[in-house]
């Protein structure tokens, strides 16, 4: 079974340009998740979707970041404008349902500088 | 605020050894509390979850132990290998629907 798939895997960009990540989660996942892991740090949630819909996105920073999973399945994270301190590993996570467990896909690591 | 503090940050054991990590958290509501391995480069990946109600649960060589009324838990590897060598977070949540909360990580090397 394919794991959960994520691209890029690294991306440089200067503060105030955009970027956007990519998730493919594992076939048949209802549910997907998109955590910030600062270096050092434990991830942190940043939203949960069920099917397209939106779970929980308190941790958002909304004024710069937005998510769409529209057909339910792939989702993009995007990032504008970026700042120093949005750099961090962007970990996409995948369930069967809500409550079951999460499913890591490798990261893409963003470095703006 | 942190939620769920762990210690030590970084752990050195040797082959054969015993790592134990430590976890502590604060929000009593918390009932769930899995542990994450995770090697560079790669994503975080259950090893292994309990819940309150019980103080012990053992899967191989993991050990997770809970302590309800101190509000900690930690985890226990037994006769350690060098391919245990990763970082390893602690984590809590209300329920296992609820968001996870994790501790910030323990980079675990095992010494050949």
């Known amino acids: 079974e394919a794991g959960v798939a994520q691209s890029p895997r690294y991306k440089i960009i200067e503060k105030r340009q955009s970027v956007a990540f990519w998730c493919n989660p594992i076939s048949g996942h209802a549910t997907l998740y998109w955590y910030q892991q600062i270096l050092g740090q434990g991830p942190k949630l940043l939203i949960q979707?069920?099917?397209?819909?939106?779970?929980?996105d308190s941790q958002l920073p909304k004024d710069r970041f937005s998510a769409e999973r529209l057909k339910g399945v792939d989702s993009t994270l995007k990032i504008q404008p970026a700042k120093l301190e949005d750099s961090a590993v962007y970990l996409c996570?995948?369930?069967?349902?809500?409550?079951?467990?999460?499913?890591f896909g490798p990261g893409t690591r963003l470095l703006v500088l | 605020q942190q939620q769920v503090k762990q210690s030590p940050q970084s752990l050195i054991v040797q082959k054969g050894g015993i790592s134990i990590i430590n976890c502590a958290y604060e929000?009593?509501?918390?009932?769930?509390f899995p542990w994450y391995q995770q090697f560079p480069g790669k994503g975080p990946a259950l090893l292994i979850a309990?819940?309150?109600?019980?103080s012990e649960k053992k899967e191989g060589r993991f050990t997770i132990s809970f302590n309800k009324s101190a509000k900690q838990f930690s985890l226990h590897i037994m006769d350690s290998q060098p391919g245990d060598s990763a970082t390893y977070f602690c984590a809590a949540s209300r329920n296992r629907d609820d968001k996870i909360i994790f501790g910030k990580g323990t980079r675990l090397h095992i010494l050949p």
């Open positions: 979707f069920q099917n397209n819909g939106v779970v929980d």
């Open positions: 929000n009593t509501a918390f009932d769930y």
């Open positions: 996570a995948s369930s069967f349902a809500l409550g079951e467990t999460q499913y």
């Open positions: 309990i819940r309150p109600d019980v």
